[in-house]
């Protein structure tokens, strides 16, 4: 991707934002390049989403998206356990949250990292680049709490090992945690698009 190009991405995650789906302002949008949704999020909504943007729509699931076992969110193309290049951006994705109880979408330490050693020929042939993380979870002690919402070990070891330039995640609702949307770790920016946060990549 030319370093001169700049792409607009909106990030979506966890409740329905009020301004998009009540109030969504097409001219405040029409700039948008890319959009990426970190899981647990209406089927309506989604399709709400696609539909008022018009461009391409990525998504991991959540913990509470069992409903993508039967139906893939119209319009939208999963990131799970793939990596995908989007206008020669590359994106890493890993739904699901630290198991906390049966049910799909939940994977222990071991289960997550097993995922990513199935990705390493992937990894391999877009040449150990990844400039986009997207997962559902956070990584651990990088914006997560206790319990449900813990975060991986293996997303640092990502963020550690490949750098990408953002590690987008939500399952850590901002309005009952204290902390920040953004964080920094090592060279990488850390969001989390509870609601929705808009960025320019």
């Not at 789906?21 to 700039?31: I, L, N, P, T, V």
């Not at 943007?53 to 998504?59: G, L």
């Not at 997962?135 to 813990?150: E, F, M, Q, V």
């Not at 330039?165 to 090592?186: A, C, W």
Request: aromatic share 12%.
């Amino acid at each position: 991707m030319s370093s001169s190009r700049i792409m607009k991405i909106l990030t979506i995650s966890d409740v329905e934002s009020s301004i998009l789906y009540e109030r969504f302002d097409s001219a405040a949008y029409a700039d948008v390049d890319l959009v990426i949704s970190c899981g647990d999020l209406p089927l309506g909504y989604l399709e709400f989403i696609v539909t008022m943007v018009n461009v391409a729509c990525y998504y991991v699931p959540g913990n509470h998206d069992e409903r993508f076992l039967e139906m893939v969110p119209p319009g939208w193309e999963p990131l799970d356990d793939r990596i995908v290049e989007h206008s020669g951006v590359k994106i890493l994705g890993l739904g699901g949250s630290m198991r906390y109880k049966p049910g799909p979408y939940q994977y222990t330490e071991l289960e997550m990292k097993f995922r990513l050693l199935k990705l390493l020929p992937s990894l391999w042939l877009h040449k150990s680049r990844i400039d986009i993380l997207v997962t559902h979870a956070p990584a651990h002690n990088l914006g997560d709490l206790a319990g449900p919402h813990r975060g991986f070990k293996v997303f640092r070891t990502i963020i550690e090992k490949y750098k990408p330039k953002y590690h987008l995640h939500g399952h850590v609702h901002l309005n009952y945690s204290h902390h920040p949307r953004k964080i920094t770790y090592e060279k990488t920016s850390i969001i989390n698009g509870f609601d929705h946060y808009m960025f320019e990549y």
